[in-house]
């Protein structure tokens, strides 16, 4: 079973930038598809970005393009989401998920097996 962790949130101000790291442990070898989602207080949890494993290609959700950039360094088994021009409503758990086998799905929860503990982010106006 793979094991993910988050890390790199906080606080941040308006138009700040975050760097979140996911790092991945265990069989990773098998691992197919990143992906971020996040949730905020009193909504569901929404997909972020998502990118595949081996070749990179990257997906974004509206709310993420021209903002934020995934990444991932295979050496590590940890992917990256680099935030810039963060706004209040960014403010939100981001949690980090996998999957181990072929998809399309890159937005849907359910098609993920595993996923991190969260990290907090908040942004202040």
């Known amino acids: 079973q793979v094991q993910l962790v988050e890390s790199g949130g906080g606080l941040v101000q308006a138009g700040g930038s975050l760097r979140l790291s996911c790092a991945a442990s265990?069989?990773?070898?098998?691992?197919?598809?990143m992906g971020w989602f996040r949730q905020a207080p009193g909504k569901s949890r929404e997909f972020v970005a998502g990118?595949?494993?081996?070749?990179?290609?990257?997906y974004y959700a509206d709310l993420a393009k021209g903002r934020f950039t995934l990444s991932r360094d295979n050496a590590k088994n940890t992917v990256y989401l680099q935030m810039n021009s963060l706004k209040p409503e960014d403010t939100a758990v981001y949690y980090c998920?996998?999957?181990?086998?072929?998809?399309?799905?890159?937005?849907?929860?359910?098609?993920?097996?595993?996923w991190g503990q969260g990290t907090q982010v908040i942004v202040s106006s």
């Open positions: 990118i595949r494993w081996s070749g990179g290609s990257t």
């Open positions: 265990g069989p990773t070898f098998s691992t197919y598809l």
């Open positions: 998920a996998g999957r181990s086998r072929f998809t399309s799905l890159v937005s849907i929860q359910s098609a993920y097996d595993y």
